[in-house]
Structure formats: structure tokens, C-alpha cells
């Protein structure tokens, strides 16, 4: 029996330490996404600009090489938070509880406790997200601007229109709200399983994982309600029109 609980420990402590290194990977991706998409802020031409050079940095490669990576991490990191969460759900029930946690038990909270739930609706949210802005209209059917006196796909006007519309941005903003949720747990979660975590660092842990989820969920769920409230779809439109010409 002591075999079997060993075997079990260790693969729940393997699966774990891979939730956490994806789960970090991701991180560090969500806060380098936000600091683009703040270029928002700065009108049509920055932003426009900003989502032209990563299309076409390294000659059009760096996207594909960085969204493959991206699918690699995303996918992993649900499949272990899901084993995992399976396990201890097998775990109780039979009576014992696997302790794979590298600074033991973690005070439950309402991020803990809607970890899977959490999860699920950002797993949701991207899909939708990738739906609507990377797969959605371009140049084809009408957004359209001009860089560097090249035809290129007005990605600014999109969101605009988009975040104009109150089932998308409201959508938009609870799904950051779960996006903090998840992070306050989840962040302080991982130094835990990658066994950073230690009574002297705890507090310091915690309160990272606290100012992080905060500046990264209002960070982004800024963004549609400052174009819901502060940008003018005709104005944007009006640019538009003026750089393509009739």
C-alpha cells in the first residue's frame, strides 16, 4: 500500500511541477500581451503598428514559432491542472489526501477554491478571443489601413468595434475578473510545487501573486471599458477612411 501512495505522490509532485512551469510560461506571456495591448491607449497608428511588427518579425516566423509554444504550454498546463485535480478528487474519497504540496497545505480561498472553474472559463475565453480578433474580418472585408505605404489589416478598428458592443466587453470584463482569480492562486501555487515556497517567503509569495493578479486583471478589463466609454467609433472610422481613400 505505502508503494502505490508513493508512486501516486510522485506523479501527482511531477504533474504538479508541470502545471507549474507552463503555468508561469503563460505568465510571463499574459503580462507581455498586456504591455502591447496597451499601445491601445495611443491611437490607431501604435496599435496598428504594434500587431504589423509581430505579424512580420523574423520574417512572419516569430508568430508561428511563438503561438506553437504557446498551444504546447496552454494544452499541458490544462491537462495537469485537470489529473490533478481528478486525483485529489479520488483522493478523498478514498480516504487519504496527497500532500505533493512543497510548502503544504494552502489556506482556501475563494481564487483556491474556483481554480478549475476559473480555468475552464479562461480556456473558454480564449477560444473566443481567437475568434474574434485573430481569426475574425481583415482586409478582406473591409479593415483595412496602410504602414509604411503597404496595405496591412486594421486590427485597431476591429477592437474598437468590438468593444462598442455591450455583450462583448461586459463578456470581455468577467472573464479578466476570473483571469485575477485564477492568477492569485495559481501564481502562488507554483513556487509552492517548484518548492520555493518556505515560511520565511510565503508572505512575500503572497503578496506578489496579490499585486500581480490585480495589475493584470484591471489592466486588461481597462482596455474595453476605457473604448466603450472614451473612444468614438466614428472618429475611428473616419481615420480609416481618410488613410485608405475611396
Not at 500500500?1 to 512551469?21: E, F, P, Q, R, Y
Request: with cysteine; charged share 10%; aromatic share 12%.
Amino acid at each position: 500500500m505505502g508503494g502505490v501512495l508513493g508512486g501516486c505522490s510522485t506523479s501527482s509532485i511531477g504533474k504538479k511541477i508541470l502545471s507549474a512551469i507552463t503555468g508561469l510560461g503563460m505568465v510571463l506571456f499574459v503580462v507581455g500581451h498586456l504591455a502591447g495591448n496597451l499601445t491601445l491607449l495611443l491611437g490607431a497608428e501604435a496599435f496598428n503598428n504594434y500587431a504589423h511588427f509581430l505579424k512580420h518579425l523574423m520574417h512572419g516566423a516569430f508568430i508561428y514559432i511563438a503561438e506553437a509554444g504557446l498551444l504546447l504550454f496552454f494544452f499541458t498546463h490544462i491537462w495537469m491542472g485537470v489529473t490533478v485535480w481528478l486525483h485529489k478528487g479520488r483522493a478523498r474519497e478514498e480516504g487519504y489526501e496527497v500532500a505533493g504540496n512543497a510548502g503544504g497545505e494552502s489556506k482556501k480561498s475563494l481564487s483556491s477554491l474556483t481554480m478549475i472553474l476559473s480555468g475552464i472559463s479562461l480556456a473558454i475565453f480564449v477560444v473566443i478571443h481567437l475568434l474574434h480578433f485573430k481569426f475574425g474580418p481583415a482586409e478582406a472585408q473591409g479593415y483595412l489601413t496602410t504602414i509604411d505605404g503597404q496595405p496591412a489589416r486594421d486590427l485597431y478598428r476591429l477592437v474598437i468595434e468590438e468593444f462598442h458592443k455591450p455583450l462583448p466587453t461586459i463578456a470581455y470584463v468577467a472573464f479578466m475578473l476570473f483571469l485575477g482569480l485564477h492568477l492569485r492562486h495559481g501564481f502562488w501555487s507554483a513556487f509552492q510545487s517548484l518548492g520555493v515556497g518556505s515560511p520565511r517567503l510565503t508572505p512575500a509569495i503572497n503578496t506578489a501573486a496579490l499585486i500581480l493578479a490585480l495589475v493584470l486583471a484591471i489592466g486588461f478589463l481597462a482596455l474595453p471599458v476605457y473604448v466603450y466609454f472614451g473612444v468614438d467609433i466614428p472618429a475611428a472610422t473616419r481615420v480609416v477612411a481618410l488613410e485608405v481613400g475611396p
